[in-house]
């Protein structure tokens, strides 16, 4: 079932149920006002009786039992015409009566002749169904008025049909409403599914989506074409990382097919053999580390660890001696130690991070120069005295693929500072790059502290 459906019988139940409930209250109301009328003409029309009864003579007594259809004088002159009228003794025998019908007598009513307090009941007379007020007789007896309250019914049916009838209109009116209402919210909501319908065919992500309706649904809008501008962003970012990784690959492959073909043709004496294989390896090393770099930062490695809370100069210290196993560059290592510089990371991440630093500084240093890497307030730096980097190419080193023009001729896939890059965009922290006084480069890698 569409929502669009789902909208409209929900917003039409809901009148429904508000009609019905409403519509019961009225007729509900509506009776028992009638109701009370009819209470309050019987009540005021037996004080007028007893009072005639008080004063009438004797006689009117002494034809016990019988039913009149004339009043007896102008004692019950008002009850001939608009109620039946009976008094009973105590015993619950007719000592007389007003009109066509003998009215019932229950236990209660005999009760009410003993004295009990006086007392409404309704009771069928014949086929007309009555309103009955039953009050006692001072020295005895009670006195019985009944009320034909057809009428009351009849009201109370024209009251229902009337409801029935406008509660019926208002329902199929509310249904018609829900109806439309339901249309205008979720034409926008189909508008987005279209959309969304169309990337998933066509795969185009140049669509822009008209943000309009309802606050909600134009913030939904607006939030769905900000994720297609997402998306856009991140297939561009990742199509030139694809080009620049092909351009990359495509100098050492053809070199490595150079070299091969050299061997191929044959004729060479044994060292121009050797020069070429060794060529060669160092061609494929420089494969394997750009596959390897490559790996690094195409998988999202917050999904692949959970940080954890370390001692920064622990890491630190354990990456400079790894480092030192790897080269023959004198690397000095120091550390706060009034401070203990806590941090919370992805520890495989951050090694990974400090190892490019490290191997980025011992790469661009002399070899007699020592490297430092300081560790202070949750902040680490790596220190060379190599060549440095320009002021126009500042900006541009943590860029994959990117090597200035005077590191071009030496090895390197330009990947190593887009890995730290990723690190500390993955965990808020923040990567530059100094002069170093004298000459250098000095990296800092600013971490939160935990």
Known sequence: MRFRTRLALVMSSMVLILVVLTSGLIYRAVGQSLNRQVDVFLQARVATISARLSEAPVRAFENRGRRFRNPLGDVLLDARFDVVSQVISVDGDIIFGIGDENLPITEHDIAVAAGDPPRFRDIVVGDEVMRLYVVPIQGGGALQVARNVGETAAVLDRVRLWLLGVGSALVVLAAAIAWWLAALVTSPLRS??????????????????????????????????????????????????????SHELRTPLTSLRANSELLQRGGLDEDAQRAILADMRAEIDELTAISAELSTLAVDQKQLENPMTVDLSDVVEAVVERTRRRTTQPIMFSADEATRSLVNVRLSQLERALTNLLDNAVKFSPTASTVEVVVADSTVSV????????????????????????????????????????????????????????????????????
């Open 383 to 450: 220190v060379d005295h190599g060549a440095g980097v320009s002021d126009a190419d500042k900006p541009l080193i943590f860029t994959r693929f990117f090597r200035a023009e005077s590191t071009r001729s030496m090895p390197g896939s330009g990947l190593g500072l887009s890995i730290v890059k990723q690190f500390a965009d993955d965990h808020a922290a923040e990567i530059s790059v100094l002069d170093t006084a004298g000459g250098g480069a000095t990296f800092v890698l600013r971490l939160a502290a935990d």
């Open 192 to 245: 987005l599914a279209d959309a969304a319908e169309n990337v998933a065919v066509t795969g185009r992500l140049d669509l822009d989506i008209a943000e309009q309706g309802p606050r909600e649904v134009s913030s939904l809008a607006g939030s769905f074409n900000r994720m297609l501008r997402a998306i856009r962003a991140s297939f561009d970012r990742e199509r030139r990382f694809v080009q620049d990784a």
